[in-house]
């Protein structure tokens, strides 16, 4: 089966976890990756499906390596949920290096008639923590802690 019909696997699925929640990602390249991990991220905390292209936020972040970028990436995504009740829809990485990031974010404020609460999340860990290349593009292992 050649590439350019192999269809295309899901972006990120939930795998086991005794007790927190952990997702496997993946993306084609690793803003693609970055930006599943956004999407993955959303749909934990509410139906993603339901959440609007309302308002634009504009993210920049610098860790000290790809890892703790992706680490930091997805808690100031959970900060915006927290302290502004901003919930992430579309996740465009327009710049990202091993220690920086550059991103567009758009969705809108949470509104509890229209978003329904899905999994309370503390935060993104370290615990398991993972990003390797693939043949086909790139992986991570995210743990979220509840």
């Known amino acids: 089966m050649e590439a350019a019909s192999r269809p295309r696997r899901r972006p990120y699925r939930q795998i086991p976890h005794t007790a927190d929640l952990a997702w496997r990602i993946w993306g084609k390249n690793l803003p693609e990756l970055f ?3 956004g999407r993955a991220l959303s749909a934990t905390l509410t139906d993603i499906r339901s959440v609007r292209r309302r308002e634009t936020r504009q993210v920049s972040l610098e860790s000290s390596d790809r890892e703790a970028l992706l680490v930091d990436w997805l808690n100031h995504l959970l900060y915006l949920s927290d302290i502004d009740g901003f919930l992430g829809r579309d ?3 327009a710049s990202l290096t091993a220690e920086r990031l550059e991103a567009k974010v758009e969705g809108e404020i949470f509104d509890p008639s229209r978003h329904p609460s ?3 999340v ?3 860990t370290f615990h ?3 990003i390797v290349p693939e043949l086909d593009g790139w992986r991570a292992t995210v743990v ?3």
Do not use: M
């Open 35 to 37: 930006e599943n991990a």
């Open 91 to 93: 996740f465009q990485v």
């Open 118 to 120: 899905k999994t309370a």
């Open 122 to 124: 503390k935060a993104a």
């Open 128 to 130: 398991k923590l993972a």
């Open 144 to 146: 979220l802690d509840l």
